[in-house]
C-alpha cells in the first residue's frame, strides 16, 4: 500500500480531474438515492397508505417536517392527476433521476480515465528517463525483457489499479456515508446491526486479498521473464535459424510460457475468490438484516413500517454494491502494489555515473588526453590496473591485444560510459568526473562495431542526436563517409526508411551511416571500436577510406583486430589481462619481436 500511495503522488499536478471526479459521484449518489426514496412513496401509494395532508407545512430541517412537506406535494399530485397519475408521474421521475444519476456517472468516470492516463503516462516517462539516466554498466548486466516488461505489463496492472484506488477512494466512501446516513433516518435499530455484521464479511475478504500481493509479484516476474525470452529470440532470429534452433527456443519459450500461465492461474484464483465471497457474505448480512426487520415489523411493539422496512432494504441491498467495490479495489490495489514495487526499485537503482552540481562546460579540446595510473574493476573483479597513457591532440593510439584484455573498457571510461575506480582520465588537464558529461560527449565522435542505427530515415539517423542540422550538413557528413553514392540510389535518398537497427542495408551501408553520424558534430575526439572487423573485404575499403579521411587532424583512439588497419597509428599499445604491456610504433613493436610480433604473424601480416 505504502508504494501504492508513492505512485499516486504522480496525480497531484492533476488533482482538479480527482475532485471533479468526487463531485460527480458525490452527484450520481445523490440521484441514485433520491431514485431509491421514491419507492417509498411509491409503495405507500401502492398499498393505499398514504397520509393525506392539504396544508404547505413550514419548511424546517428536521425529518419529520420534510416528510409532511413530501407528503403535501404528494397530496397535490393525486388530487390534480389521481392515484394511477401520480404513480405515472413518479414513476417518470424515478426515470429522470436514474437519467441524471447515469449522466454524472459518466463525467465522473471521463475525470478519472484523464487522472488515471496522466498518471500513468509520467510513471512510465519517467521510467523511460531512468533507463536513459542509467550507465551502460546497468544495462550490460539487465535483461532487455524486464525493463519492456516494467514499461508495458506493469504499467497495465498499475493504470487498472489507480482506476480501481480512485473509485474506491472518491465514490464508495460517498455512497456508503449517503445509504448509511438514509438508513440511519429509516431505522438505527437495524442500521447498527448492519454496523455490526458487515465488517465480520471484510475482515474475511481483507485476508484473501493480502495473499495477493506475493503471486502478483511472481506474476510480473514471469512476464517479464516471456518478454525477455521473445526479445532474445527476435534480436537473434538470423543466428536461431542458421543452427536450426527453433525447436530449442520453442522449448524454452514454452517453459516460460507454462510458467507465467501456472502464476497467473494461481493470483486469478485467489484474485476472483473476494468477489463471490463478498456477495455470498452480503447475501447472508441480508437474510440476517430481513429477519430481524421483520422482528421490528411484526413484533408486538412494531416500531417499523412495512413500507420503511422496504425501503431500508432496497437501500441496504444498494450499500453491498460500494461494499463490494472495496473488496474488488483492494485487490486491485494490492496488485498495483506489486508493480509499484518493482518501479521504484528501478527509480532507486543508483547512477554510478554522475554529474557534480559545480560541473564545468567545456567547449573546445585544446592540448591532450590523458589517463593517469587508472584502474577499474567489475563487481571486484580487476579489468584494468595501472594504465598511463597519453594521446596529445591530433594524434591516433591504437589498441591491440587479445580478447578480454580490457580495450573496450578503457575507451569507455573516456566518454564516462563508465567511471575509473582508481586514477583519473583526464582532457587538457581537467578531471573529465569534473566536467558536464553532454558537453564531454560532444568532442567525441563514435564508431562501433555494431553500428546500431534506428527505425527512422537515413537522414534522421545521421543527424542523431543534433538539432538544427541542415539537408547540406548531412549531405557533407555523407561524403566524407562514402556514403552519399548508394544513398541516392536508395527509393527516396536521405528519406528512405531502413528499418529495425537498420536491417534494409548492409553490413558496410550501416557502418558509413554510422561514421557519418559521427563526423556530423566535427568532433576534436575519435573513438573507433572494431569499426570494419564485421565487414567484408570490399566495404572493408570503403570504410577504411572513410575512417583514414575521418580521423586526419583528429585526436583518435582506436581498438582493432585488424592490425592491418592501424598499423597507420602514432602509438599501439598492447594490452593484456587489462596492463599495458608493450607500447610503440608497428616499426619498433614488430622489431621487438614480443606480443605485437606474435599477433602479426597470428594474422600473417608484416
Same mark, same amino acid.
Given at each position: 500500500m505504502k508504494n501504492f500511495l508513492r505512485i499516486m503522488r504522480f496525480g497531484r499536478p492533476y488533482a482538479r480531474f480527482a475532485v471533479l471526479n468526487g463531485v460527480f459521484n458525490l452527484l450520481a449518489t445523490i440521484f441514485h438515492l433520491a431514485s431509491m426514496l421514491l419507492f417509498i412513496p411509491f409503495l405507500r401509494l401502492l398499498l393505499g397508505q398514504t397520509q393525506a395532508v392539504h396544508e404547505r407545512p413550514v419548511l424546517a430541517w428536521n425529518k419529520a417536517t420534510l416528510e409532511q412537506g413530501f407528503n403535501w406535494s404528494l397530496t397535490r399530485l393525486i388530487e390534480l392527476?389521481?392515484?394511477l397519475g401520480a404513480l405515472g408521474i413518479i414513476c417518470l421521475a424515478v426515470v429522470g433521476l436514474f437519467l441524471l444519476k447515469n449522466v454524472f456517472r459518466y463525467l465522473a468516470v471521463r475525470a478519472i480515465c484523464t487522472f488515471?492516463?496522466?498518471?500513468?503516462r509520467d510513471v512510465r516517462s519517467r521510467i523511460y528517463d531512468k533507463m536513459l539516466e542509467l550507465p551502460l554498466r546497468y544495462?550490460?548486466?539487465?535483461?532487455?525483457?524486464h525493463l519492456l516488461s516494467l514499461i508495458t505489463n506493469d504499467m497495465q496492472v498499475l493504470e487498472y489499479s489507480v482506476m480501481y484506488s480512485i473509485e474506491m477512494v472518491f465514490r464508495e466512501p460517498i455512497a456508503v456515508i449517503l445509504f448509511l446516513g438514509t438508513m440511519v433516518t429509516l431505522s438505527p435499530a437495524l442500521t447498527l446491526w448492519s454496523l455490526l455484521l458487515l465488517p465480520i464479511s471484510g475482515l474475511l475478504i481483507g485476508r484473501?486479498?493480502?495473499?495477493?500481493?506475493?503471486?502478483?509479484t511472481r506474476v510480473q516476474e514471469r512476464s517479464a521473464d516471456l518478454l525477455a525470452r521473445v526479445e532474445e529470440t527476435l534480436t537473434g532470429m538470423r543466428v536461431v535459424k542458421a543452427f536450426n534452433g527453433e525447436e530449442a527456443m520453442r522449448r524454452r519459450f514454452e517453459r516460460e510460457n507454462d510458467l507465467l500461465m501456472r502464476s497467473?492461474?494461481?493470483?486469478?484464483?485467489?484474485?476472483?475468490?473476494?468477489?463471490?465471497?463478498?456477495?455470498?457474505l452480503g447475501t447472508a448480512v441480508m437474510a440476517a438484516i430481513a429477519f430481524l426487520g421483520g422482528t421490528l415489523v411484526l413484533g408486538p411493539d412494531a416500531s417499523l413500517s412495512g413500507d420503511s422496512f422496504l425501503g431500508f432494504i432496497i437501500? &441496504? %441491498? $444498494?450499500?453491498?454494491?460500494? @461494499?463490494?467495490? &472495496? %473488496? $474488488?479495489?483492494?485487490?486491485? @490495489?494490492?496488485?498495483? %502494489?506489486?508493480?509499484?514495487?518493482?518501479?521504484?526499485?528501478?527509480?532507486?537503482?543508483?547512477?554510478?555515473?554522475t554529474e557534480k552540481p559545480d560541473a564545468k562546460p567545456v567547449a573546445a579540446f585544446n592540448d591532450r588526453v590523458e589517463f593517469k595510473d587508472v584502474s577499474f574493476a567489475y563487481d571486484d573483479k580487476p579489468v584494468l590496473q595501472g594504465i598511463n597513457l597519453t594521446v596529445p591532440k591530433g594524434k591516433s593510439v591504437a589498441l591491440v591485444g587479445t580478447s578480454g584484455g580490457g580495450k573496450t573498457t578503457l575507451a569507455g571510461l573516456l566518454p564516462r560510459f563508465f567511471d575509473v575506480t582508481g586514477g583519473s582520465v583526464s582532457i587538457d588537464g581537467a578531471d573529465i568526473r569534473d566536467l558536464r558529461i553532454k558537453d564531454l560527449r560532444a568532442l567525441m565522435g563514435i564508431v562501433t562495431q555494431d553500428s546500431l542505427l534506428f527505425n527512422d530515415s537515413v537522414a534522421a539517423n545521421i543527424a542523431f542526436g543534433r538539432t538544427g542540422i541542415g539537408e547540406a550538413d548531412i549531405q557533407r557528413a555523407?561524403?566524407?563517409?562514402?556514403?552519399?553514392e548508394f544513398i541516392q540510389r536508395l527509393p527516396n535518398g536521405y528519406n528512405t526508411g531502413i528499418g529495425d537497427a537498420g536491417n534494409r542495408l548492409s553490413g558496410g551501408q550501416k557502418q558509413r551511416i554510422a561514421i557519418a553520424r559521427a563526423v556530423l558534430g566535427d568532433p576534436s575526439i575519435l573513438i573507433l571500436d572494431e569499426a570494419t572487423s564485421a565487414l567484408d573485404t570490399e566495404s572493408e575499403k570503403l570504410v577504411q577510406d572513410a575512417l583514414f579521411k575521418l580521423m586526419k587532424d583528429r585526436t583518435s583512439l582506436v581498438i582493432a583486430h585488424r592490425l592491418s588497419t592501424i598499423q597507420h597509428c602514432d602509438e599501439i599499445i598492447v594490452l593484456d589481462q587489462g596492463r599495458i604491456i608493450e607500447r610503440g610504433t608497428h616499426a619498433e613493436l614488430f622489431a621487438a619481436n614480443g606480443q605485437y610480433r606474435k599477433l602479426c604473424d597470428l594474422q600473417a601480416f608484416a
Amino acid at each position: 500500500m505504502k508504494n501504492f500511495l508513492r505512485i499516486m503522488r504522480f496525480g497531484r499536478p492533476y488533482a482538479r480531474f480527482a475532485v471533479l471526479n468526487g463531485v460527480f459521484n458525490l452527484l450520481a449518489t445523490i440521484f441514485h438515492l433520491a431514485s431509491m426514496l421514491l419507492f417509498i412513496p411509491f409503495l405507500r401509494l401502492l398499498l393505499g397508505q398514504t397520509q393525506a395532508v392539504h396544508e404547505r407545512p413550514v419548511l424546517a430541517w428536521n425529518k419529520a417536517t420534510l416528510e409532511q412537506g413530501f407528503n403535501w406535494s404528494l397530496t397535490r399530485l393525486i388530487e390534480l392527476h389521481g392515484q394511477l397519475g401520480a404513480l405515472g408521474i413518479i414513476c417518470l421521475a424515478v426515470v429522470g433521476l436514474f437519467l441524471l444519476k447515469n449522466v454524472f456517472r459518466y463525467l465522473a468516470v471521463r475525470a478519472i480515465c484523464t487522472f488515471r492516463n496522466r498518471i500513468i503516462r509520467d510513471v512510465r516517462s519517467r521510467i523511460y528517463d531512468k533507463m536513459l539516466e542509467l550507465p551502460l554498466r546497468y544495462h550490460n548486466d539487465e535483461r532487455k525483457g524486464h525493463l519492456l516488461s516494467l514499461i508495458t505489463n506493469d504499467m497495465q496492472v498499475l493504470e487498472y489499479s489507480v482506476m480501481y484506488s480512485i473509485e474506491m477512494v472518491f465514490r464508495e466512501p460517498i455512497a456508503v456515508i449517503l445509504f448509511l446516513g438514509t438508513m440511519v433516518t429509516l431505522s438505527p435499530a437495524l442500521t447498527l446491526w448492519s454496523l455490526l455484521l458487515l465488517p465480520i464479511s471484510g475482515l474475511l475478504i481483507g485476508r484473501i486479498s493480502r495473499s495477493l500481493k506475493k503471486r502478483s509479484t511472481r506474476v510480473q516476474e514471469r512476464s517479464a521473464d516471456l518478454l525477455a525470452r521473445v526479445e532474445e529470440t527476435l534480436t537473434g532470429m538470423r543466428v536461431v535459424k542458421a543452427f536450426n534452433g527453433e525447436e530449442a527456443m520453442r522449448r524454452r519459450f514454452e517453459r516460460e510460457n507454462d510458467l507465467l500461465m501456472r502464476s497467473s492461474i494461481s493470483m486469478l484464483n485467489r484474485q476472483d475468490v473476494a468477489s463471490p465471497l463478498s456477495e455470498t457474505l452480503g447475501t447472508a448480512v441480508m437474510a440476517a438484516i430481513a429477519f430481524l426487520g421483520g422482528t421490528l415489523v411484526l413484533g408486538p411493539d412494531a416500531s417499523l413500517s412495512g413500507d420503511s422496512f422496504l425501503g431500508f432494504i432496497i437501500i &441496504f %441491498s $444498494q450499500l453491498l454494491t460500494p @461494499i463490494k467495490g &472495496f %473488496s $474488488q479495489g483492494y485487490s486491485g @490495489i494490492v496488485r498495483g %502494489s506489486s508493480s509499484a514495487q518493482r518501479v521504484f526499485d528501478l527509480l532507486a537503482v543508483p547512477n554510478t555515473v554522475t554529474e557534480k552540481p559545480d560541473a564545468k562546460p567545456v567547449a573546445a579540446f585544446n592540448d591532450r588526453v590523458e589517463f593517469k595510473d587508472v584502474s577499474f574493476a567489475y563487481d571486484d573483479k580487476p579489468v584494468l590496473q595501472g594504465i598511463n597513457l597519453t594521446v596529445p591532440k591530433g594524434k591516433s593510439v591504437a589498441l591491440v591485444g587479445t580478447s578480454g584484455g580490457g580495450k573496450t573498457t578503457l575507451a569507455g571510461l573516456l566518454p564516462r560510459f563508465f567511471d575509473v575506480t582508481g586514477g583519473s582520465v583526464s582532457i587538457d588537464g581537467a578531471d573529465i568526473r569534473d566536467l558536464r558529461i553532454k558537453d564531454l560527449r560532444a568532442l567525441m565522435g563514435i564508431v562501433t562495431q555494431d553500428s546500431l542505427l534506428f527505425n527512422d530515415s537515413v537522414a534522421a539517423n545521421i543527424a542523431f542526436g543534433r538539432t538544427g542540422i541542415g539537408e547540406a550538413d548531412i549531405q557533407r557528413a555523407a561524403e566524407i563517409a562514402n556514403a552519399h553514392e548508394f544513398i541516392q540510389r536508395l527509393p527516396n535518398g536521405y528519406n528512405t526508411g531502413i528499418g529495425d537497427a537498420g536491417n534494409r542495408l548492409s553490413g558496410g551501408q550501416k557502418q558509413r551511416i554510422a561514421i557519418a553520424r559521427a563526423v556530423l558534430g566535427d568532433p576534436s575526439i575519435l573513438i573507433l571500436d572494431e569499426a570494419t572487423s564485421a565487414l567484408d573485404t570490399e566495404s572493408e575499403k570503403l570504410v577504411q577510406d572513410a575512417l583514414f579521411k575521418l580521423m586526419k587532424d583528429r585526436t583518435s583512439l582506436v581498438i582493432a583486430h585488424r592490425l592491418s588497419t592501424i598499423q597507420h597509428c602514432d602509438e599501439i599499445i598492447v594490452l593484456d589481462q587489462g596492463r599495458i604491456i608493450e607500447r610503440g610504433t608497428h616499426a619498433e613493436l614488430f622489431a621487438a619481436n614480443g606480443q605485437y610480433r606474435k599477433l602479426c604473424d597470428l594474422q600473417a601480416f608484416a
